[in-house]
């Protein structure tokens, strides 16, 4: 995958985690939880496809969005 097809790919999964998970006032559904959590883990996967303050911010998504993961699971 090239650089500008990552990017790409990066920006959807954090549409999607901000809209799902952090945007969304209605609790995700266990579909959509597990699309959150495939979009994490691809983040995770592939941060290091950005360089200094990129990676910073991609490693800030990917905690919070864990964190929110966890506070929803637990309900």
Not at 35 to 63: M, P, S, W
């Amino acid at each position: 995958m090239q650089k500008k097809e990552l990017y790409e790919v990066f920006g959807k999964k954090i549409a999607l985690i901000n809209d799902k998970l952090f945007n969304n006032k209605n609790i995700p559904t266990p579909e959509e939880l597990i699309e959150i959590r495939e979009a994490v883990t691809f983040l995770h996967d592939h941060k290091y496809g950005f360089r200094e303050q990129g990676l910073n911010q991609v490693e800030y998504i990917i905690l919070e969005a864990k964190e929110k993961l966890e506070e929803l699971e637990s309900l």
